[in-house]
């Protein structure tokens, strides 16, 4: 028997492939649609029964609700599976009162993202600069924009859509942090603008934008990223601050 593979993107917009081609999900109710994103946003992680019905049918009755959850499970297990028994599904998996989309390993954008993050710390720990230079880059690669954009101001995305960011902006920073002490100032402009995109009032992310700018000579640019800052500062209420450049 072929083993028929998965890979699923969450970030920037969902897409599923199922062996290396493009499923068309609109054969599917949008309910059903919403399920799988909700358990591909996961992760691979097991959900109770009752979160997924608290986000995805919070208006019904629990009994009402419940039956929903066993529709859509079976209606997405067929589509992900067609021809697969009642308790067979690879990909559909319960263990409880919990479901969880099992995909391989990197088969999934978030789980990747998130191992990425982890190996970086795992480098930095090390001392390994250029290890964690690569993780941070990785990490950043598969992050392509907010979590299921399509899913819009759902409150069941929202504060995994800004955990998600924030991380995002954070490993930015630390690999500008990295690559200007490397030397790399050109490529620590890149990222400090890359965390400033996620979060334009990072402080750390101007910071080290403008000492990136002027270590690597281009004092025009060092100078407006300095009146930007500082606006932004105002906008937050507070004082100027000084930004120093650091022995390379």
Partial sequence: MISTQLRLW???GFRLERDGLPVDLSGIRPRVRTLLRYLAAEAGQPVHR?????ALWPELPERAALNNLHVGVSTLRTFLEPGVARGASRFVVRDGWTYRLEVDDGGCDVSAFGAALAESR???SRGEDAA???ALRTALDHYAGDLLPEDGTAEWVLAARDRHRSRA???AVLLAGLELTRGRARAAVAAARRALELDGYHDDGWRLLISAQRRAGDVAAARHSQQTYERVLRSLG????PVHVTAA
């Fill in 132 to 134: 964690a230079v690569r």
């Fill in 238 to 241: 507070v004082g100027s601050r």
């Fill in 50 to 54: 009752e979160r997924i019905m608290a």
């Fill in 122 to 124: 795992r480098a930095r």
């Fill in 169 to 171: 902006a954070e490993a």
């Fill in 10 to 12: 969450c970030f920037g």
